[in-house]
């Protein structure tokens, strides 16, 4: 096992980026050897961030493959869909580990990736990388040197669908997902949308009739663990909250009697062993107020008596589990340290 990492943070000035500085700030094998954002590059780290005044010196670097590749060991790409597969490209050709935190890894089909995000920039590294949800994919990532870090939504939505398929109870076809998250999810550019006189007193849906790009995210993960095609209905809510993300899964049985008992006891099964996965007793609602600032996230599974369907909730802080956290937990399993490492803090409450 590798004792210490050194570690580069590029796009650090955004909130995922901040976070990842946040927790690696806290670990206890992890070494901050670069804080790289291309637009606040020059200006010293406790202007633009100055929550780090004190803790974290020096100033914004510029993105320069080559030095990286000097000072670091792994970095951490918190950049927008469609910008980072060439800055991975760099990074692994210097042979650096990169933990991608964008969308441009996660879908194994160059054509579907075109179809929501346009051309890919790198599709040769794309059989390469490994998808970062490590619940999933523990040994995996054992050995991947590029790893897809699974987004916020398809997170929260497949830690409660999962379980339901893997274990045969639901029907692969029948999967409707309601999710709600926190305007962080948005990033930190302003936009109407996310200011606070657009988002504080109101609840919305977005990107509705399966046009959300995490659409086939969800689809392709869990159509892995049910070993067959899933196709599922995912609308998006925005809710006026900076942190967190609910998921609430509904499922029609694949056979008669399916009860929440037994939704809990696969999701026990799948899950056991997981630092930051909790799996609630039957009929318990998880508030995301238990996971703000933390990587946890809890499950868990009721059955409708009237329906028949079974439901299920997930909820994660879309910046740790869904983003920060998750990426420092995909370095901890590719480094052979402890996987819970740097992120065993539970929630800020109240």
């Not at 000072?71 to 980072?84: I, K, N, Q």
Request: hydrophobic fraction near 40%; charged fraction near 20%; proline fraction near 5%.
């Amino acid at each position: 096992m590798t004792e210490r990492v050194r570690v580069g943070v590029v796009g650090a000035t955004g909130y995922t980026g901040a976070e990842l500085l946040r927790l690696l700030l806290g670990h206890p094998h992890a070494e901050i050897q670069a804080v790289v954002g291309h637009s606040k590059a020059g200006e010293p780290v406790s202007s633009v961030l100055p929550s780090f005044r004190g803790r974290l010196d020096g100033k914004v670097e510029a993105f320069d493959a080559a030095s990286l590749a000097e000072r670091t060991d792994v970095c951490f790409l918190a950049l927008p869909h469609g910008a980072s597969a060439q800055t991975a490209r760099a990074l692994r050709a210097e042979g650096v580990v990169v933990m991608d935190l964008s969308a441009d890894f996660r879908l194994r089909d160059p054509a579907t990736y075109k179809t929501w995000y346009g051309e890919h920039a790198a599709p040769e590294l794309l059989a390469s990388a490994v998808y970062g949800l490590v619940e999933l994919a523990r040994e995996d990532l054992r050995t991947a040197d590029l790893v897809a870090v699974a987004g916020c939504y398809p997170t929260a939505s497949t830690l409660a669908a999962a379980p339901l398929l893997h274990a045969k109870l639901a029907d692969p076809q029948s999967i409707i997902i309601d999710a709600k998250s926190g305007v962080s999810g948005a990033g930190r550019s302003p936009s109407p949308s996310t200011q606070f006189s657009e988002t504080a007193e109101g609840l919305r849906a977005y990107k509705t009739g399966g046009t959300h790009r995490h659409v086939p995210e969800i689809e392709q993960t869990l159509s892995a663990v049910a070993s067959e095609t899933v196709r599922v209905t995912f609308t998006p809510h925005l809710v006026p909250m900076t942190r967190g993300i609910l998921a609430t899964v509904y499922a029609t049985p694949a056979r008669s009697g399916v009860t929440a008992e037994e939704a809990t006891a696969a999701a026990s099964k799948l899950y056991a062993g997981s630092p930051s996965v909790t799996v609630l007793d039957p009929g318990t609602n998880p508030d995301t107020a238990w996971v703000r600032g933390s990587n946890r996230a809890f499950v868990s599974y009721g059955v409708d008596a009237r329906t028949g369907r079974i439901v299920g909730q997930s909820v994660i802080d879309n910046l740790v589990k869904g983003a920060a956290g998750q990426a420092i937990q995909c370095m901890n399993v590719r480094f052979g340290f402890d996987e819970g490492a740097g992120l065993g803090a539970v929630a800020v409450w109240p």
